[in-house]
């Protein structure tokens, strides 16, 4: 199970920190990402990181301003987001891959398992 928490309001500018906590299985086996769905748009990828930690990706609107990080030994993944836009206004959702790539996932068809979001606004 993935529960993703810490969304709400904040101005422009400001920042947030998401939490995904895993339950029910050790989240250092799965590849960890972030995805977030705008109201009458599809679900995109945010950013994903690796089983060690050791490797991360980021979609290009979040580049230097987001961070995702992992701390296996709680069972949690974090997206840390800066610089917040109102054009970052979604839901955000956590995902596991439970493959072996090396490379870290970044596609909705690689994720086996989905937390039920958490809703980040953006006001301008």
């Known amino acids: 199970q993935l529960q993703a928490s810490g969304g709400g309001l904040v101005q422009a500018g400001g920042s947030l920190r998401l939490s995904c906590v895993v339950s029910?299985?050790?989240?250092?086996?799965?590849?960890m990402g972030w995805f977030r769905q705008a109201p009458g748009k599809e679900r995109e990828f945010v950013a994903a990181?690796?089983?060690?930690?050791?490797?991360?990706s980021y979609g290009d609107s979040v580049k230097g301003r987001f961070t995702i990080s992992r701390d296996n030994a709680k069972n949690t993944v974090y997206l840390q987001m800066n610089s917040l836009k109102p054009e970052d206004t979604a839901v955000y959702y956590c995902?596991?891959?439970?493959?072996?790539?090396?490379?870290?996932?970044?596609?909705?068809?690689?994720?086996?398992?989905w937390g039920q979001g958490t809703l980040v606004t953006v006001s301008s």
């Open positions: 995902a596991a891959d439970a493959s072996s790539k090396v490379v870290v996932s970044t596609t909705i068809h690689e994720y086996d398992y």
């Open positions: 990181i690796s089983r060690s930690g050791g490797s991360t």
């Open positions: 029910g299985v050790t989240v250092s086996r799965y590849t």
